[in-house]
């Protein structure tokens, strides 16, 4: 099936959906799919931090996976692996909170030094480890003392905040839990970030000059969390708007995951017609861009990031 941007057949309907039924939400960040260059190097580096979630690696031609409980995490060898290490985009794991110090120090041995910031969503307030695997993407390793899933978080730079958060609650079913950078309360320790003495993680916050004094002025970077079950999803305002996908492409990597529990057919007829525009909503657009597969959906959030959505009824 070609992508698709909605249905043309539908655009001037008044009264496209802006809610989802709650039986076609996605329940779960499912995992996701990454690039890397070489697979026994990235195997080696996430094997460790793997260890104590109790899951098993499968080896194929074309790909290696880490699957754990109902996530998964797939590597695709590409001769020139896309990643950001210089954007908020990271993907968060848990390890079990005994075994993150000797983990550090381990990859740090490796090469790996850690960054050691927080965050401002409340359940990431403590300091946290930041570094970066062999191709460059963003790992955040986060101590854990029960049995939550292995994949705790992802995080995306979005251009388009508002955008974005309307395509994964509207289209997807998520639940904005948390959001920071309009409250004036947001502004609070700034100077400290500034002087060096708050190690809060650089894609929350940023410096702008001011155009009256010409001297930096702290502001924090505005961000919301969307929740899918005991999983969530972080949205970033990009600071700078970063190269995307040619128009009209929506299946390719890297690719977050996630997992619904209805058919693909009526997740799809809710694609075709739910509006996800942030302007006024008789404005013929807000579509959603995505084409199916089998169970699987493949969708393109507003920020150019690849999405799959897998269906089991």
Known sequence: MAAV????????????PTKIDPAL?????????????DFAVTRAFYAPIFATSGGSWDAKSKSTRFQAGTQTIEFVRRARPRSYPNAADHWSYRVRATALPPLVDQLAEQGFAPEWWHEDYPAERGLSAYLHDPTGHRVQLLPSTDGGPFLDHAALEQHDLEA????????????VTFSHGWDARDQLGLDDW???????APFTRRVNISYRTK?????????VFVTFGSTRLGLFLAPTHRQEPAPGVVRGTPRLTLRARCSASDLEAHLRIVNVSPVDLK???GYVQFERAGNDLFLRDPGGH??????RA
Do not use: N, W
Not at 6 to 16: E, I, L, Q
Not at 25 to 37: R, Y
């Open 215 to 223: 001297r930096p002025a702290p502001m924090p970077l505005a961000h």
């Open 5 to 16: 941007a909605g249905d043309p057949t539908a655009s001037k309907a008044p009264g496209r």
């Open 25 to 37: 939400a996605c329940q779960e960040i499912s995992g996701a799919t990454l690039e890397v260059a």
């Open 306 to 311: 690849f999405v799959q959505v897998t269906c």
């Open 164 to 175: 974005a958060e309307f395509f994964y609650t509207r289209a997807l079913g998520g639940t």
């Open 194 to 200: 500034m002087a060096g003495d708050d190690p809060s």
């Open 283 to 285: 404005y013929d657009g």
